[in-house]
């Protein structure tokens, strides 16, 4: 019986310095892919060199955006499913083999766990999950997805959270959902993201939006 297929989903932008070895530390997993967001430095070139395929973009358009111009390039393209994983080198790629073997368990969303937040914000989100869910940490980017999660729903990009999205669109929906402790890793250089103000303000905003569309799919649903 031929394995399932899986696809490595590597957001980036500007990670010249940490996309070689994130690519090359993901590649015995499956399929590597870099949706590059507008890059102005060599990580494309890096990431075709390493062995990845580039997904690329002209303009910088932000992380989010990123992961769902990914998901939409390779939800229909035959894979059983998707890692996701961070390009700046603070996420271990040796802990892509737990999440898939959470999918290929029957899990149908897995979320990592990490050593520590670093916003306030992503503690309160998290805090708020774990009660309801039992989630710890959804705003981890390294998360893995059943691909039929991806294929069965409208809703990808309905708001500038996607990953968030599809996990809390997946709890509300009843879908086995699991969480994984990984490493943790120092960031090379400083995040991408935002600046931690910034940060926490937006983070605030997914969450309210999250919370906002919980009860318009709970209406639906009813």
């Not at 892919?33 to 690329?56: C, P, Q």
């Not at 059983?80 to 700046?88: E, L, Q, S, Y």
Request: charged share 25%; aromatic share 10%.
């Amino acid at each position: 019986m031929e394995a399932p297929r899986i696809a490595i989903l590597i957001p980036a932008f500007n990670e010249e310095k940490t996309i070689a070895s994130v690519i090359l530390g993901t590649l015995r997993f499956g399929d590597v892919f870099v949706s590059d967001d507008g890059s102005t430095d060599k990580t494309a070139e890096i990431a075709e060199r390493s062995g990845a395929t580039v997904l690329s973009r002209m303009e910088n358009q932000g992380y989010d955006s990123a992961l769902n111009f990914g998901y939409q390039s390779l939800r229909n393209q035959g894979y059983f499913g998707i890692v996701t994983i961070d390009a700046d080198g603070q996420h271990d790629p040796n802990d892509v083999e737990l999440l898939v073997e959470g999918l290929l368990q029957g899990f149908e969303v897995i979320v990592g766990i990490r050593p520590q937040k670093a916003r306030v914000m992503e503690s309160v989100f998290g805090l708020i999950t774990r009660s309801f869910w039992g989630v710890k940490d959804p705003l981890c980017g390294m998360k893995a997805y059943n691909v039929k999660v991806l294929n069965d729903k409208e809703f990808l990009g309905a708001y500038n959270s996607v990953g968030t999205e599809i996990l809390m669109f997946s709890l509300v929906s009843g879908l086995k959902v699991g969480s994984i402790p990984i490493s943790g890793r120092n960031r090379y250089g400083h995040s991408r993201f935002a600046g931690r103000l910034r940060a926490n303000v937006l983070i605030g905003m997914a969450l309210l939006m999250a919370l906002r569309r919980i009860r318009f799919w709970r209406q639906a649903r009813d």
